[in-house]
């Protein structure tokens, strides 16, 4: 199974601040990396597609890159809504796998 | 729109079976693939299976043979069914259509001894 490293695992930040998170992948997943954002007592919502795309909806502070294995959530200007946890799913390869998650909370 | 509504028990007994139905609307289970994803409560989320928009399954090998995928078409409705559970099968389950933009609100169920 491809594992899927997610760091870090929680991630004070104050607002307004610029945050990353990354998932490094163990084998090759192209750009077959999803990231969600998970809110308690919510669904997931999916904010990232294709490793870089936008989902609809989801407010442009937030992009995704790769680098390699490496694929990162990026949130500029973090904003009160943004709390929450994030996961990064690879869908390149049966079983899919997530990541561990990172809780964003405030500084 | 586009919606996803698991159904279940709350409480199932331990090594009992589970039975979650995901029924769907605003999209036809023939043209879209429907993922099952569980998480215990406090932690991640894991990918159990999938029903396939031709009808073929996939299982994560983690659930060995106690999983179970199946579907009604003609009720817009997705089964999973699980057997033999133990106390960390408690978690929230949810169904999720191809792509997972779009997500059940999930069903908490708990084993309970």
């Known amino acids: 199974d491809i594992q899927m490293t997610q760091s870090p695992s929680s991630l004070p930040a104050s607002l307004g601040d610029r945050v990353t998170i990354t998932c490094r992948a163990s084998?090759?997943?192209?750009?077959?990396l999803r990231w969600f954002q998970q809110k308690p007592g919510k669904s997931p919502r999916l904010m990232i597609y294709g490793a870089t795309n936008l989902a609809a909806g989801v407010p442009s502070r937030f992009s995704g890159s790769r680098s390699g294995s490496d694929y990162s959530l990026t949130i500029n200007s973090l904003e009160s809504e943004d709390m929450a946890i994030y996961y990064c799913?690879?869908?390149?390869?049966?079983?899919?796998?997530f990541g561990s998650g990172t809780k964003l909370e405030i500084k | 729109q586009v919606q996803l509504k698991e159904t279940g028990p709350d409480l199932v007994q331990l090594t009992q079976t589970l039975s979650i139905t995901c029924t769907v609307s605003g999209f036809s289970l023939t043209t879209y693939n429907v993922h099952w994803v569980r998480q215990p409560p406090g932690k991640g989320l894991e990918w159990m299976g999938a029903m396939w928009n031709g009808g073929g399954t996939d299982y994560n090998s983690a659930f060995k043979s106690r999983l179970s995928i199946s579907r009604d078409t003609s009720k817009s409705q997705v089964f999973l069914k699980m057997n033999s559970l133990q106390t960390d099968d408690t978690a929230k389950y949810f169904c999720?259509?191809?792509?997972?933009?779009?997500w059940g609100q999930g069903t908490l169920v708990t084993v309970s001894s």
């Open positions: 799913l690879q869908h390149n390869e049966y079983p899919l796998t």
């Open positions: 999720a259509r191809q792509g997972f933009a779009y």
């Open positions: 084998q090759d997943i192209g750009n077959y």
